[in-house]
């Protein structure tokens, strides 16, 4: 065979090889087995040396042309198999836990809405959630709030605009109406969410804060399972020491209606004997009727506290703007 024709199968095989290679080491392997110091591919080149004036030319020609191609598949393939070896040898198992948090932590706020929600958890409460930008509807009118009433005074609420007049959720009592007429009766939820008020920023209001609602609904429900409840749960979240007094109040959406207070060691610290934590009551039959459950047949407690207020507590916080202003010597300390 003329040296001319030797070139073009040696360069198929060298092709082939390298374009089967099944991995990068196996790649390096052909890569010098051909163009390597003494591959094959090389051996040929060195004949050129040997060849006459006239042939030399077409033949370098030829040569070059057959190595730049088998650089360029060397190449190709081996961005293929790099992609290879960096994918996962086995397929992903989206089912495994995730990989721990290796930055940061959780803000104040987050942990204690977690804890809260994990105590209710824990006597069957499912977690419920609804929209902040609200209508008058939900926020006032079907939780028996007349349109006279000073809550739904433009210098208490954020309104958006005329005329639907949509606004800022002042509380989270709104979702209690939108739970009970998506679903019907028995119905145990909670509900942790943002409100707005037009409260000035002060070391104890800030114009947005949060909320935990709570909303109990089945046959025989009495104001006993209300306290047990509460009791339950503030025992868990601020220690044993914990003591709760009910007192008469006046909700529209409840009746009767209690304010709850709350006591131990860290209140006394603050130098109080008593907080108010949180409003409740028994669901008006009037709300009742405005969802369409039947208030004969059905009967059932409501509460709402702030979720500032007991991290405050908890954590001995005197100053309700901290939360937000997101001041990392503040946030480590939790
Ligand atoms: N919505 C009341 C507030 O923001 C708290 C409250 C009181 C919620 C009584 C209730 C309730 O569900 O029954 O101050």
Known sequence: MSFLNEIEPLKLAALAELRAAADLPALEQSKG????????????????????????????????????????????????????????KEPTDFSLPGRRRTLGKLHPLTQVTEDIIRCFRKIGFAVADGPEIEDEYHCFDALNTPADHPARDAQDTFYLGTPARPLLRTHTSSVQIRAMKSRPPPIRIIVPGRVYRRDNADATHNPTFHQIEGLYVDKGVTVSDLKGTVEFVFKQLLGDDVKLRFRPHYF??????????????????????????????????????????????????????????????????????????????FLKQF
């Open 252 to 329: 529209s959406y409840t009746e009767p209606s209690f304010e709850i207070d709350f006591s131990n060691a860290l209140v006394k610290k603050l130098g109080k004997d008593w907080l108010e934590i949180a409003g409740c009551g028994m669901v008006h039959p009037q709300v009742f009727e405005n969802v369409g459950y039947d208030p004969e047949q059905w009967s059932g407690w409501a509460f709402g506290f702030g979720i500032e207020r007991i991290a405050m507590i908890r954590y001995g916080i005197n100053d309700i703007r901290l939360f937000y202003e997101n001041d990392a010597r």
């Open 33 to 88: 087995a051909w163009i390597g110091p003494v591959g094959k591919f090389t051996a040929l080149m060195k004949q050129l040396g040997s060849l006459s004036k006239e042939e030399k030319p077409a033949a370098g020609k030829l040569i070059n042309q057959a190595k730049v191609e088998i650089e360029t598949v060397l190449a190709e393939r081996r961005a293929e198999l790099e992609i290879k070896a960096a994918l996962p």
